[in-house]
């Protein structure tokens, strides 16, 4: 790879995770702001709760996405050069 190559590769999986960090922020402020209008405005029973699963759920999956399947993972590279050589050894094979 190029210097220019693995530059714009490092800027692309730096901006992955700072989404993920921004995302991490928005879901903390949120949920404490929907928590203190459970238990202290709307309502008598603990309803924040159904929006911190499903939300928490979304940003569990953006964190996997980010962090262990995405871009800037060694799984995902690993994947790739492994499908990489088995494409290679057909092309062999299939060109002799």
Known sequence: MTPDDLD???RKRA???LGWYTHAAAFTVVNLVLFG???YGFGN???SVYPLLGWGLGLALHG???FV???GSGLRER???KER???QREQDRNGR
């Open 69 to 71: 399947l995405g871009t």
């Open 8 to 10: 714009q590769l490092a």
């Open 85 to 87: 050589e088995r494409l």
């Open 64 to 66: 996997i996405s980010v």
């Open 37 to 39: 209008m459970s238990r």
């Open 45 to 47: 029973r603990p309803w």
């Open 79 to 81: 994947m790739v050069q």
């Open 15 to 17: 901006g992955a995770k």
